[in-house]
């Protein structure tokens, strides 16, 4: 009972967004817990450890992000450098997940061409699923699945995520910018760092691209439809 009270409390001042103060909690709570064969204390003590990696995150630099993409290849994130990325953690049966997968999907769409990228991690348990999943919709940007758990992927376990979604945003240094980088925080960072969703389209007009600026206008209604 103590452990879910430690738990409940890490996890309200993160909704609070007092992340040196959670990330101390971590901290006290998973050094008050000695060393034990009891497997649910001893996995309360990993969570309390991963979620504070979590938390001091935030204006720092994300230096490595390893794995295997859906379809075997080995994830290369030093290809990612000097871009914005949205790295998003999710389950995709989740209903939540599969409506901010479309929101994203249109920023992509918006912001790809100023240097946006978007790295999914799959928590999904059923392969097939997902790749039946995967052809279906023809998502355009890195898919991270590793066959060999169940269905938790390593990156989410090492930074305390146990549900989906969560996002985490890169800025064009490499500094994480943001950990909740969802709804309509997303939108928000985005503007700060690459532009107005609408500024590319003055560029295009300029250039008299008049067939990409047409495509680039029915993007930009997409996210902006009181405009």
């Given at each position: 009972?103590?452990?879910?009270i ?11 967004e ?15 817990i000695?060393q034990?064969d ?49 790295i ?15 929101a994203?999907?249109a ?52 930074y ?42 003055k ?6 691209r ?11 209604v ?6």
């Amino acid at each position: 009972q103590d452990v879910d009270i430690a738990m409940s409390t890490v996890l309200e001042l993160g909704h609070a967004e007092r992340d040196g103060l959670a990330a101390q909690a971590c901290d006290g709570f998973a050094g008050e817990i000695v060393q034990t064969d009891d497997q649910e204390l001893a996995g309360a003590t990993k969570w309390f450890e991963a979620a504070a990696r979590r938390f001091e995150l935030l204006g720092g630099k994300l230096e490595s992000l390893e794995g295997r993409t859906v379809d075997g290849t080995d994830f290369d994130w030093a290809a990612y450098r000097d871009k914005v990325v949205l790295i998003y953690f999710c389950s995709n049966p989740s209903s939540l997940c599969r409506a901010e997968m479309a929101a994203i999907k249109a920023y992509y769409d918006v912001y790809h061409d100023r240097g946006f990228e978007v790295v999914e991690i799959s928590s999904d348990g059923n392969r097939q699923a997902l790749q039946d999943l995967l052809v279906k919709e023809q998502s355009p940007w890195a898919i991270l699945h590793d066959a060999d758990t169940d269905g938790m992927h390593p990156i989410a376990k090492y930074y305390g995520i146990t549900t989906g979604p969560k996002a985490f945003l890169i800025d064009q240094a490499g500094t994480v910018v943001s950990i909740r980088a969802r709804g309509g925080q997303l939108p928000k960072l985005l503007k700060e760092l690459l532009g107005p969703s609408y500024g590319h389209g003055k560029a295009l007009a300029m250039a008299g691209r008049w067939e990409e600026l047409a495509a680039n206008f029915e993007k930009v209604v997409k996210i902006n439809p009181e405009n």
